[in-house]
């Protein structure tokens, strides 16, 4: 942001030294760029960052001076005289798209004389580097960077029935900018129409079918508020920026637009002439209450380290423009001004009181009082995650959030949306929003493959990005994702693992899965519950193929938020047993349909409190001894007794029980 000294000087009364102004500015948050001499003026350029739009425009940059230095901040009052027939007996404004456009103002000049500006005013507009056009079109210039608030002038007999309607683009709709190059809009664009066409790119830039000329006669004066995300998705399809769509992105102070209306008017009657019609046209919805901020005033050395008086601390935030509710011995209570949209919180406000009292004023040695923190309980779940990993024997990736469509086609354990697409890719191709980090660390595998490294075995725990219904931001769902060298059932226990080292009494349950990218026959999904917690398996040929790997290799993810919700983070010590275990093996004979997860759950159940662990040995077919589409399964169950020694009686009646459950829920018998 270039500033005019000159300017400035209208506004408020500068320091006599030039570098004792840019210095104190560069304290407070506005670094000095750099200073250009133009003819007798001065402009000195000023990085704003993106949370103050307040101070790209004069009138801003001034405020902060005054406070800085205690002066009278002098503003122009914008009173244009209306002499003409009402405006609403000529135009019409409407808006279709409230979602897009909070409020829209129209004032109309008739009998205007278009011509060069003054030189007062070409001289300014030149020391900011902004082109000389003529009177109507550099007054709205001056306006935009006089208070921040981008204006547009139409020529009012160009817009066909005097409306003007805030809408979205229709489908193909194409739009001639003043630059007189030709766009197709994107869909839901949000521009400017007459009762006809659209006329200008709302927030980013006019047409050439209703620019100010020669021969222009009557003048339709906008000042609106567009939706920040709209402006900058329009400038960046379009890649089409402006000076009005850099300041819309970041916001305008939502109470001087008309101000900025006014003015505007004020300085084309006085530069052009004509007659200003009585009224405005005024369209959008109900400006929000500013929230009431409260600032203890203990917080104050607690963040900073120093005492400031409280008077000071008052007269600080009086100046800034905030308006004091309350004030007692502990606190004061402020409502923010309009144009700082920034201040919405407590430090925001302590963080204003260091920069106007001065940064300086704070010793190096400063003592501020450290508040021991909390770890959260994502944070407590995460870590214990990481930790079974690596003593699984993982390595911790990092991969970009971007990747390629096809990836997101391989593999979606999560949604069958279309992914989000962004318009500039992160990298060559890569311009879609991941569904799953499976193929990032399948590529990361394959990377790894060729460099012939001989153990490739990598985790990630990152966000995946889910599209939702309408225009609802994608719904963020951390994840646990791994890829290994290791079989089926080896990732299986990495997977009881995780979930046994964070909520110990849960139970998953493996049934089947359907994914392209997985061998049929071991591939499953992972349930906690009555949710699904992830999938897991391994890649089948064509899988292989498809990521250009020459080993095999076995994935899963899991839901991260699922696991967090059902941990269970308080350790509970339990008393062991201090007698020994007895052990049976169990050789069932199932249909093949049967799965082992209902075989196991069953048997847990029948056992009670008895049984210890359960374990699975092995799978045995033989139509000609079993039958048909008959499987054998045998497996291992320990029992033990917190009370006293199992005799082979009662560990045979605990058995017998679980023979018993299987036949009448799985249908399952004792194989001979």
């Given at each position: 942001m270039?500033?005019?000294?000159?300017?400035?000087s209208e506004y408020v009364d500068l320091p006599k030294s030039l570098d004792e102004l840019t210095e104190r500015?560069?304290?407070?948050?506005?670094?000095?760029?750099?200073?250009?001499t133009v003819g007798d003026d001065t402009g000195v350029d000023l990085e704003v960052t993106s949370n103050r739009p307040d101070c790209l425009g004069h009138v801003g940059v001034a405020r902060e001076i005054a406070v800085l230095w205690e002066k009278e901040l002098k503003i122009p009052t914008a009173k244009p005289q209306a002499a003409g027939q009402p405006v609403s007996a000529l135009a019409l404004v409407a808006i279709e798209a409230p979602q897009l456009c909070s409020r829209y103002t129209a004032r109309v000049i008739k009998g205007v004389k278009i011509g060069p500006s003054p030189e007062w005013l070409a001289n300014r507009l030149r020391t900011l580097g902004i082109a000389v056009i003529n009177n109507v079109v550099d007054a709205t210039n001056y306006v935009m960077m006089e208070c921040g608030q981008p204006l547009h002038a139409f020529d009012f007999a160009k817009l066909n029935g005097g409306a003007i309607?805030?809408?979205?683009s229709q489908p193909g709709e194409k739009f001639t900018a003043i630059n007189h190059q030709e766009y197709?809009?994107?869909a839901g664009t949000c521009v400017i129409?007459?009762?006809?066409?659209?006329?200008?790119?709302?927030g980013v830039m006019g047409g050439a079918d209703s620019e100010v000329s020669d021969a222009t006669v009557d003048l339709l004066i906008e000042s609106a508020d567009f939706d920040c995300m709209s402006v900058r998705s329009t400038a960046r399809a379009l890649n089409l920026h402006s000076p009005s769509s850099y300041r819309f992105e970041r916001g305008v102070d939502p109470e001087g637009i008309d101000w900025a209306s006014r003015r505007c008017c004020e300085l084309i009657l006085e530069l052009a002439g004509g007659q200003l019609c009585d009224g405005v046209l005024d369209e959008g919805s109900e400006r929000p209450a500013r929230p009431e901020i409260k600032l203890r005033f203990e917080q104050l050395p607690r963040v900073l380290g120093i005492e400031v008086p409280k008077p000071a601390v008052r007269k600080i935030l009086t100046d800034l423009g905030c308006e004091e509710t309350h004030e007692c011995d502990h606190c004061v209570k402020v409502i923010p001004p309009s144009w700082r949209a920034d201040l919405t919180r407590e430090i925001d406000l302590i963080e204003e009181v260091a920069r106007i009292h001065g940064y300086e004023q704070i010793p190096e040695d400063a003592g501020v009082r450290m508040a021991a923190s909390t770890r959260t309980r994502s944070d407590?779940?995460?870590?214990k995650v990481r930790g079974v990993m690596v003593a699984a024997g993982l390595n911790e990736a990092l991969t970009l959030s971007a990747v390629e469509a096809s990836w997101c086609d391989a593999f979606r354990p999560w949604t069958n949306a279309e992914p989000l697409a962004a318009s500039t890719p992160v990298l060559r191709g890569a311009n879609c929003l991941r569904q799953s980090l499976v193929p990032s660390l399948l590529t990361a595998r394959r990377h790894n493959e060729k460099l012939s490294n001989p153990e490739i075995e990598l985790f990630e725990i990152a966000k995946v990005y889910l599209p939702q219904s309408g225009d609802e931001l994608p719904a963020e769902r951390r994840v646990l994702s791994a890829t290994s060298g290791r079989g089926f059932f080896e990732a299986k226990g990495v997977v009881e693992s995780v979930v046994a080292a964070v909520a110990p009494a849960a139970r998953i349950a493996i049934e089947p899965a359907e994914l392209p990218l997985l061998d049929p026959?071991?591939?499953?999904?992972?349930r906690l519950g009555d949710a699904v917690l992830g999938v897991l398996g391994e890649l089948s040929e064509s899988g292989r193929e498809q990521f250009e790997l020459r080993g095999p290799a076995t994935v899963f993810e899991l839901d991260l938020e699922l696991l967090i919700e059902a941990a269970e983070l308080r350790p509970i010590a339990q008393p062991l047993s201090p007698y020994p275990p007895v052990s049976r093996d169990l050789n069932i004979v199932v249909d093949e349909a049967v799965r082992w997860s209902a075989v196991e759950e069953t048997a847990r159940t029948a056992g009670g409190e008895l049984v210890e662990s359960i374990a699975y040995q092995e799978t045995y077919r033989d139509e000609q001894r079993l039958g048909v589409g008959k499987k054998s399964l045998l497996f291992g169950v320990q029992l033990r007794s917190a009370a006293g020694t199992l005799t082979s009686e009662q560990a045979d009646a605990v058995r017998d029980r679980i023979v018993v459950a299987l036949g009448k829920s799985v249908g399952g018998a004792l194989r001979a």
């Open positions: 270039i500033v005019s000294t000159n300017w400035l500015l560069t304290l407070t948050g506005l670094n000095l760029e750099g200073v250009e309607i805030v809408r979205e197709e809009l994107p129409a007459d009762a006809k066409r659209a006329v200008a790119l709302a407590r779940v995460l870590e026959a071991r591939q499953a999904t992972v």
